[in-house]
């Protein structure tokens, strides 16, 4: 059967023109060929493709680098105030870290003693119930888990005695079964900001109720703060840094306070009860006589070639204590090196407010601190088992460290009360030492309840339990221009040094820097000291 060729739309898609097909022979022998529009468009939009598949992760991420500002640490140690857990508190805000409930009246307010403005850069109101401070619970507070032996304390601290309820925090002292308590009678709480959130200088003050009844000794309930490179209740970390605030190279950074049996006051006029030894000390461990070379084991910073001397100083807002019947408060910061009889210069240097509530405190120190303090009459009212229920007392502290014109001023129920002028803990002679400085460390804020015979005798029988400290809120000032929050300034830097030796600081088993592990050290060398060492 005869077969008919029909020619069909599409034939030119298989059979180019012939004219077109020869005047483009020597291209395709060249490996080239011609393209259409339509060519070009599938090209065009290939090449808007890989455009925006390149400004997508390589252009976007490089621009956001250069752009972005770096993310702020809000005062803790690590990026957005995050703690161990990464968590990012809501009361990130202003300059510091400032709770959302703090009222807006308390934002900034008159500095007590200097009468200069000052602005919030921290506070904690405690307003939502039933918040947990085990590690890694809480962006800046943390309660331990041991036991407080440095002071020999009855209790043990435990993170489950301290929650917020009613608007305040609360932490309880209570009795426990010793089977199940680490073989103690009694579980407390301490919780601390350590590493977390630091300032140095300014104004910081608590609300708080103090707990038992203000006729009955025996409770031990504290606030206070220390150094960044000590952490309270980790005796290693502590070793050779408290209660030091020192920077000069002398007799005075070394152990028991002498060389070679000088100065005779080291060795006569000290503690009676051993033997009239000065100090007990083993010497400033992160001293200003540390030889050059000695970056591993020295945080630094340095002065020219020689290192600053640093420390773990300690002021306490306050120790409830109760004396004839009498509620009372000890107002106080500890220091070494000592002066003979841990008698400092407290003639014109001890500003009393009100001698008819306030008076030296008598105990001046020991082979292991000096102390100065004022113990005052607290408000009667503002105890747990007082009548007037629901009383709370502002205590806190007012300080500008350093050396000139630097000075520590401490307040009782609202009012100044008294205050250290730097010059009482100033250069001693007769000891050989150099002046002590108001604390220039960063320093952390702790809350705790505990017990022991070593604040004075009691019987516990005569307390009642569970007793309860509570907080109402905590807030920290500074002056706009002197702001310094973080717990490792580039002043006094504490983040290398922590990381390097961070055993120290989350294992309280280690009771001492030296020492081998078998009795409880570390078992680290110490800088050497160029006054006892040819560096």
Partial sequence: MPMTIEKEDDDWLHNPDPKLWAQTKHLRRAGFFSLNWRGFRDVGCLAVLILIIFGAFVGYPVTSAILEKPPSTNGAFNIGGLNASGQVPEMTIHSGLIDKDTPKEAHSKKAPRSGKQMTLVFSDEFS?????????????????????????????????????????????????????????????????????????????????????????????????????????????????????????????????????????????????????????????RLSACTCSGQDDTHPGPKRGNSYVGRAAPEIDFFEAQVEDGVGKVSQSAQFAPFDEHYSWNNATNAVIENPSISKLNGFKGNVYQ?????????????????????????????????????????????????????????????????????????????MNLGMSQNFGTFDPTELTFPATMKVDWIRVYQEEDQMNIGCSPKDFPTEAYISRYSEAYTNPNLTTWTDSRAVGGFEQTVPLNGLTTAC
């Fill in 128 to 284: 939502q119930d039933g918040r947990s401070f085990y590690p890694g619970d809480d962006p800046y507070w943390e309660a331990v888990d041991l036991h407080y032996w440095q002071t020999n304390n009855l209790e043990w601290y435990d993170p489950g005695q301290i929650t917020t309820k009613d608007g305040h925090l609360e932490i309880r002292l209570e009795r426990a079964d010793a089977t199940h308590n680490h073989n103690l009678n009694y579980k407390g709480g301490m919780m601390a900001t350590w590493n977390k959130f630091c300032f140095t200088g300014g104004y910081v003050e608590a609300s708080v109720t103090l707990p038992g009844a203000n006729n009955v000794n025996g409770l031990w309930p504290a606030i206070w703060m220390m150094g960044n490179l000590g952490r309270a209740g980790y005796g290693a970390s502590l070793d050779g840094l408290w209660p030091y605030s020192y920077d000069s190279c002398d007799v005075g950074t070394l152990k028991n306070q002498s060389l070679n049996g000088v100065p005779a006051a080291a060795t006569t006029e000290g503690d009676p009860k051993y033997a009239n030894s000065l100090s007990y000390l083993s010497g400033q």
């Fill in 370 to 446: 000096e102390a100065t303090s004022v113990v005052t009459t607290s408000n009667q009212n503002c105890y747990e088992f007082a009548p007037a229920t629901g009383c709370f007392a502002t205590y806190g502290v007012e300080y500008k460290p350093g050396f000139d014109n630097a000075y520590i001023s401490w307040i009782n129920d609202g009012s100044l009360a008294w205050t250290l002028l730097q010059p009482g803990i100033g250069s001693n002679s007769h000891v050989g030492i150099g002046p002590r400085s108001i604390p220039q460390e960063p320093m952390y804020l702790i």
